[in-house]
């Protein structure tokens, strides 16, 4: 609008000139329309002029803002501080946590560890006494001392070898100090007392 001010300023003055060469006759008439042009002119600079005084203040309003708005923020360095200060402080929390849950866990490992030290010596008490109770079965000796040996073949027992070489059961296994008639087994040798 400034520019188009002083190209309106700069026609009035060619006007004029003008006017003045030529030595119109209606100089008065020219004369009076130049004179509203440079009135309107006045007008459009005036106006010009408080809308620059406007537009300044909103700038030195809109810094003033700016600065003030600039104190509220934090910047990236104060960010990062902050959330290295958070990774600390969760860093070191998790830590004293951790220490704490280890700790509980070694207090229970150790309780588990006695009550599992507990029963099994419960069970090796067991385990003895019935072992003491079924203990080593005696043999006797009053069995005939003559007699024939046998091999165990596949499918025998005790009964049935007594039954074919006329012996005692009882006698073959105080004989042979068998703890368990189940236990005899193919190719072994038994001595058969009183056997034929």
Known sequence: MLKRA?????????????????????IPLELASLREDVRLLVQRTGDLALRVE???????????????SAQSYATVVQLNEA????NRAIRNATAGTKAETLQQVSV???QLARQTNAA???????MSARTAAVSTPTFSSG??????SYTVQAGDNISTIARVTGAKVEDII??????????????QTLFI????
């Open 6 to 26: 002083l190209y309106v300023v700069a026609a009035v003055g060619m006007a004029v000139t003008a006017l003045a060469q030529a030595g119109a006759q209606s």
């Open 54 to 68: 406007q537009l300044e203040r909103e700038n030195t309003d809109l810094r003033r803002q700016a600065a003030g």
């Open 83 to 86: 959330i290295a200060e958070v």
């Open 108 to 110: 229970q490992m150790e």
């Open 120 to 126: 099994i010596d419960s069970l090796a008490k067991g």
């Open 143 to 148: 069995y005939p001392k003559d007699g024939i």
């Open 174 to 187: 105080n004989a042979n100090k068998i703890a368990d008639p189940r236990t005899i087994r193919p190719g």
């Open 193 to 196: 007392p009183g056997g034929k």
